[in-house]
């Protein structure tokens, strides 16, 4: 007897015949392959071959492949157009492939992704489905070496290099080189942005294969790591192993943990709150600031150093940095390609290489790649990547100089208007006040073009890209657009930024901070289509931004 034997199951068997199943087929174990392919993001180009992959280790291990789609937006290639649109998409991402799964009866899922919103999405559904479930990353970028030129650049390279040709620092001609060029082929961006953050995050819950992230995208263990996940996944299915098994606050922590101990994403605060959410795991930003701070850093990748993702592949990756922090692991989670935390650590041999990855005891920092700051700017909190920050701007007191959105912040930066000492207040730009939270990723990257990182603080109530760097703080809670202290700022007033102190305060007295609020009055952002729906519905970033997978009464 197979699972669709009902006289009242003909239907499905109907239609499923139609698409080329046999019956033999759907009486297997039939695993539902999310597959984020596209033309035009190149962190998700190789899924269109992978995917065959994976399909042959599931049908090769008894099961029966079933393959669909869901969007995957390019933060890059989204920046100063439509960023708007690529926050909002992790949780339609999230919704559409839970939706697919539940609607098909799926029995497991394997979630092929790779770039920035689209491994927190799947990472969203495979904890709210809580059934056998697997990721695979499409692996890195190749590297791009300019002849006499010390280390390969990356994508975070190009983008500070807008601010290098604006400030006379390059040539028009070498500009043009770099766009050309820089991004050499498919794969993820080679710097330690959100998107290999997320994807070396997903390796050490134990869903994703060792390694996965940082191999580049070409390497022939690709082939193999796909369709040993293929195989993997239908074990998982008939030893009913679910998701959740793999994301436990345990393993939440140790994810946490290793992120902060090699200098992650910011944007990573917010979607693992997210991600917690739908687990089931109770986190909040407090919690995750004692978490991460409990952690020396060991590791940095470009933007905040020379080395990109593939020297952290060849350095020893992962597994070398995991067991530098392994005395504030918990060891015995268990990983799903087999054994536990320990095991995985224990089966690493090396060697390390010492100038990309440190000892615990010769650390970059000694207390965790991220500042949670609090104050009366940021009631809620506020997110600051230190290990990207220069330490002499770690105390910053300055004239704050007033922006509504990123492009009049922009306009001011190529009018050469920014001077030394300010700090820069872009507000507005939150989840619901942008709408869509976008991430100030070239304005982050033109102050340090332009030199003015070593002098020059910025701050809002959007975010940055995991690939930012210099004194710039995000995710400030409340937003502006819900009353937030942000919204008080008037250009002049003076900021105290304190990375030591966790302090992010706007030096004027409360009562006028709270007779400015009352005569505060958001500009017009347009929220078109779906936008308005995002912007009604969406929550803050302290709370992960969460839209579709927010149960909490409004």
């Not at 710039?472 to 819900?482: F, K, L, S, T």
Request: proline content about 6%; charged content about 25%.
């Amino acid at each position: 007897m197979g699972r669709y034997d009902k006289i009242t199951d003909a239907y499905y068997q109907g239609l499923m015949a139609s698409v080329g199943y046999r019956r033999k087929d759907i009486d297997k174990p039939l695993i539902g392959i999310v597959n984020s392919w596209n033309d035009v993001n190149p962190g998700h180009k190789p899924f269109k071959e992978l995917a065959q992959y994976v399909k042959e280790g599931i049908w090769a291990a008894g099961g029966t492949p079933a393959e669909f789609g869901v969007p995957a937006p390019c933060d890059g290639m989204s920046q100063m157009l439509g960023m708007q649109y690529v926050l909002p998409q992790r949780d339609m991402i999230a919704a559409s492939a839970e939706a697919m799964a539940r609607a098909h009866h799926f029995d497991g899922m394997v979630f092929l992704c790779s770039c920035d919103k689209i491994v927190p999405g799947m990472l969203m559904c495979a904890a709210a489905l809580d059934i056998p479930a697997l990721v695979l990353t499409a692996g890195s970028m190749i590297p791009y070496q300019i002849p006499g030129r010390d280390h390969p650049m990356a994508t975070s390279d190009l983008k500070e290099s807008i601010g290098e040709v604006k400030a006379g620092r390059i040539t028009q001609e070498q500009f043009r080189d770099y766009e050309d060029h820089v991004c050499y082929s498919c794969g993820t961006c080679s710097m330690y942005g959100t998107a290999n953050t997320m994807g070396v995050f997903a390796e050490v819950l134990g869903l994703c294969p060792p390694d996965s992230t940082a191999m580049l995208y070409c390497a022939s263990d690709k082939v193999k790591q796909a369709r040993n996940v293929g195989e993997k996944i239908v074990e998982l299915v008939k030893k009913q192993v679910n998701a959740r098994t793999f994301m436990t606050r345990e393993s939440l922590e140790n994810g946490i943990r290793h992120v902060s101990a090699t200098g992650g994403s910011t944007n990573f605060v917010m979607h693992v709150m997210a991600i917690a959410k739908c687990a089931g795991v109770s986190l909040t930003l407090d919690d995750f600031d004692a978490i991460q701070e409990s952690v020396p850093v060991v590791a940095k990748m470009k933007p905040s150093s020379k080395y990109n993702l593939w020297d952290y592949y060849l350095a020893g990756g992962v597994r070398a940095s995991l067991n530098e922090i392994r005395s504030q692991l918990h060891l015995d989670v268990p990983m799903a390609f087999g054994g536990t935390m320990r095991q995985l650590l224990d089966s690493f041999q090396g060697p390390v290489d010492r100038n990309v990855i440190h000892t615990a005891e010769d650390p970059l920092y000694p207390d965790g790649c991220f500042t949670i700051l609090h104050g009366n700017l940021a009631p809620r909190g506020a997110v600051v990547k230190k290990s990207g920050v220069d330490p002499e701007m770690f105390h910053h007191r300055g004239p704050a100089v007033v922006f509504e959105s990123e492009e009049e912040l922009m306009q001011s930066f190529m009018a050469n208007k920014i001077k030394p000492g300010c700090v820069l207040v872009i507000r507005y730009e939150g989840p619901k006040g942008g709408p869509g939270m976008r991430e100030m990723s070239i304005p982050a990257a033109t102050l340090v073009g332009i030199g003015l990182h070593k002098s020059v603080a910025m701050i809002t109530d959007g975010r940055f890209s995991g690939a930012s760097r210099g004194p710039c703080v995000g995710h400030i809670c409340p937003e502006a657009y819900e009353g937030g202290p942000i919204a008080a700022v008037r250009d002049g007033d003076m900021i105290t930024i304190d990375l030591d102190k966790k302090i992010l305060e706007l030096e004027v007295p409360e009562e006028e901070i709270a007779r400015r609020l009352k005569e505060a009055k958001a500009p017009d952002h347009k929220a078109p289509g779906m936008l308005a729906a995002y912007q009604e519905c969406v929550h803050g970033a302290d709370e992960g931004a969460l839209w579709l997978y927010d149960r909490k009464k409004k």
